[in-house]
């Protein structure tokens, strides 16, 4: 399978000036996003997740928390497994 490449276009000076209190980078990649005002960008970068992330509504959550009790009541070895993609390192 061949990888195929997106190049976005250059940031356009209007766009540019408009963020123009954002790191370069920054400003591209919020121009890729497709921001391109400083109401715009500064809605994205602070917006909130709309989704509850709380542990507590994960299915199961109980069982998980009376074993975890068990384990450590009969001093039980708990094992933390994470794989080594973004959310698998960060949520370990």
Do not use: C
């Amino acid at each position: 399978m061949q990888t195929r490449w997106q190049i976005q276009s250059k940031l356009p000076p209007a766009v540019d000036e408009a963020l123009a209190k954002f790191p370069p980078v920054l400003r591209q990649l919020l121009f890729n996003r497709g921001y391109a005002s400083d109401e715009e960008a500064r809605a994205f970068l602070k917006a909130t997740p709309n989704f509850d992330t709380s542990p507590w509504g994960l299915k199961d959550m109980d069982v998980v928390i009376d074993r975890i009790i068990q384990a450590i009541e009969k001093n039980e070895k708990i094992i933390i497994y994470g794989d080594y993609d973004v959310d698998g390192v960060t949520s370990s």
